[in-house]
């Protein structure tokens, strides 16, 4: 509800967030999960390359770091 998130927010966040991870982006999709409490965002990344060591601890830290930076509107 009321939700102001853009395109290009969740556009710079996944690219910020591979950049800050080393992971080269093939591609990437988001989609609001209203499924869960609280309600949140999936992103489903697309590697270039197979990743063999990955932090997902890490990686959700540099997406919700990144989204804020991007968009004030959701801090």
Avoid: W
């Amino acid at each position: 509800m009321a939700e102001k998130t853009t395109e290009k927010a969740l556009q710079v966040t996944v690219e910020r967030s591979c950049q800050e991870m080393g992971i080269d982006l093939e591609d990437f999709s988001v989609y609001p999960n209203t499924d869960v409490m609280s309600n949140r965002y999936d992103f489903l990344i697309e590697p270039m390359h197979e990743i063999t060591k990955f932090d997902m601890a890490a990686l959700k830290e540099s997406i919700y770091k990144n989204l804020c930076e991007a968009n004030v509107r959701i801090v």
